[in-house]
């Protein structure tokens, strides 16, 4: 099996900067995923980190230590588009479920003007 | 041009009826899924579809049952809907079922209420 921690609920004002963190716990581990969710919407992929370190996308990086079965997404100058759900989601190898993604419970990200 | 598409989009029905959702993927890739999100935004994996093939369905109730006419077509049948399977309900696709750094592609959801 597996098992994710985020936080449920962060809130932050335009323009700051937050820091989504994600610990998990599983078998064969092989990449952690980040994907947003806005209301009413479908999951989008942000990020993909698969070795230790910081992935860096336009405003959005990702990061990584394997060893502390640990990552985090930072996300830099809020908008308030970015007001939405983060899924953090590890990747397994192993048998057949490899590609097959298993979802933290999401953390929702509040931007204030 | 719609990459994954659902239909429908909402569905209404009433406790022990039989209902499916319809999915498409245009990407041409190989491996479709089904996710259920509830109430409290937790999106589980369902099934997983390979070239038409099922690979792998976890725990879920046998009155679910996937069909793949083509690997571009990824229907989900439920029968004697119950309470419970109030959910919204997400097909995605990714090019292939062992590609481990394959973004998943996620269909606008499937919004299922039960009364």
């Known amino acids: 099996g597996q098992s994710l921690e985020q936080p449920s609920e962060v809130t932050a004002v335009e323009g700051a900067i937050v820091q989504i963190n994600c610990t998990y716990q599983?078998?064969?581990?092989?990449?952690l995923s980040w994907y947003q969710q806005h209301d009413g919407g479908a999951p989008t992929f942000l990020s993909y980190?698969?070795?230790?370190g910081l992935e860096e996308t336009g405003r959005f990086s990702s990061f990584l230590s394997r060893s502390d079965s640990y990552g985090y997404l930072l996300l830099q100058e809020l908008q308030m588009k970015d007001s939405a759900s983060y899924f953090c989601?590890?990747?397994?190898?192993?048998?057949?479920?490899?590609?097959?993604?298993?979802f933290g419970r999401g953390t929702q990200l509040t931007v204030w003007p | 041009d719609t990459a994954v598409s659902q239909t429908p989009k909402y569905l209404v029905t009433q406790m022990g009826n039989d209902k499916s959702i319809k999915c498409e993927q245009n990407?041409?890739?190989?491996?479709m899924y089904w996710y259920k999100q509830d109430s409290k935004k937790f999106l589980k994996i369902m099934f997983s579809?390979?070239?038409?093939?099922?690979?792998i369905n976890e725990t879920v109730p046998n009155r679910f049952s996937p069909k793949s006419p083509d690997k571009a077509h990824l229907n989900l049948h439920i029968n004697s809907l119950e309470l419970g399977d109030s959910a919204v309900y997400f097909c995605?696709?990714?090019?292939?079922?062992?590609?481990?750094?394959?973004?998943?592609?996620f269909g606008p959801g499937t919004r299922l209420t039960v009364l």
């Open positions: 989601a590890v990747r397994r190898y192993g048998g057949s479920t490899l590609g097959r993604l298993y």
């Open positions: 980190n698969a070795l230790d």
């Open positions: 579809y390979n070239n038409k093939e099922l690979i």
């Open positions: 995605a696709s990714t090019p292939r079922e062992r590609g481990a750094t394959d973004t998943q592609y």
């Open positions: 990407l041409g890739h190989d491996t």
């Open positions: 599983t078998s064969g581990f092989y990449g």
